[in-house]
Each structure stands twice: as structure tokens, then as C-alpha cells.
């Protein structure tokens, strides 16, 4: 089955990347790039887009580099390279999860999340019948299965919030 050729902007968005290339675009995406990356952590704007820059690699970040973008892009793709160098683990970010957002709200979007993936698994059925799923079906599907997993938790968390709302209340 053929598959269309990802750029690495499309591909930053349908699989898990590497720690420096989610870095990368999650700098690269924040309001004002680097530069204003730089500036509000107080860091030198040219020095920080070498450390980003994929061509390199004589330039990296340090921990404390990643420590300081990690809170100011909360870029989900940086959490998702650090679980996935960590192996077979999956993060929440609760803080997303606001008091007022229903139980309903959150199986709305894991019913949609399920209409991806069960298109995702059309596609893997039919690469099956050659009996080979490419890399980019296999990182897609990956990608799709954590955001699942988070969504799971995610409404998990919201109903015990719930619940102890009203225990509070009766």
C-alpha cells in the first residue's frame, strides 16, 4: 500500500519524535521562536538556535536548558520523546483538566480519538494484506495509542475530582 512521504513538519505531528527534533519544533513554534525563547529565559538567542538546530551537532542542549523550555513551550511532544526514551511510559498533564471540564467533554474527545484510531487501523488492515505496516503507520499508530492511554487517564482523574467534589458537598 502506498503512503504519502511526510515533510518534517507534517511528521512533527503524527509521530513521536526524537528529544532534539521535539525540542527543535516546539522552539521553533512558540510565539516569537527562539529569539523570544532566549529572552525569557535569559539566555543568548544565537547560541540556544545552534544548540536547536538539527544541522549541529556539535551544539546541545543541557539539562538545565530543557528544564527552563520545557514549563515556558509546554510543548506535549517533549514529554512524549522524554516517555519514550524512559520506555513504555505515558504522561498526564493534569493541569489541563480544569474543575469545570465534564466527564462528557473528555469521553467527546476520547470518542474522537477512537474514530482516529479506528481509521489508522483501516489503514494498518490494509497494509497487513501485504503483510508489511511501514514505519510511518507504526509511529503514527504509537503516537495515536498514548494519546489514548492520556485521554483514559485523563477522564479518570476528572471522575474521582468529581466524586470528591461531591463528597465534599453530601
Known amino acids: 500500500m502506498g503512503r504519502t512521504v511526510f515533510g518534517c513538519v507534517e511528521r512533527a505531528r503524527r509521530e513521536i519524535l526524537p528529544l532534539e527534533l521535539a525540542l527543535y519544533h516546539a522552539v521553533r513554534e512558540y510565539p516569537g521562536g527562539a529569539a523570544a525563547v532566549a529572552a525569557t529565559v535569559g539566555r543568548n538567542a544565537t547560541t540556544l538556535q545552534h544548540k536547536l538546530s538539527p544541522t549541529h551537532p556539535t551544539h546541545t542542549l543541557n539539562v538545565a536548558e530543557l528544564e527552563e523550555i520545557l514549563p515556558l513551550t509546554r510543548d506535549p511532544r517533549v514529554m512524549d520523546s522524554l516517555c519514550m526514551a524512559f520506555g513504555d511510559a505515558i504522561w498526564l498533564d493534569v493541569r489541563d483538566l480544569q474543575p469545570g ?3 462528557a467533554s473528555l469521553v467527546s474527545g476520547i470518542g474522537e480519538m477512537l474514530r482516529r484510531e479506528s481509521d489508522l487501523a483501516g489503514q494498518v488492515a490494509a497494509s497487513l494484506e501485504d503483510n ?25 482523574f476528572r471522575a474521582r475530582q468529581q466524586h470528591a467534589e461531591g463528597q465534599d458537598n453530601g
Open 101 to 103: 471540564s465534564s466527564p
Open 132 to 156: 508489511r505496516i511501514d514505519l510511518d503507520e507504526l509511529a503514527e499508530l504509537e503516537l495515536l495509542t498514548v494519546r489514548m492511554a492520556q485521554a483514559v487517564f485523563g477522564l479518570l
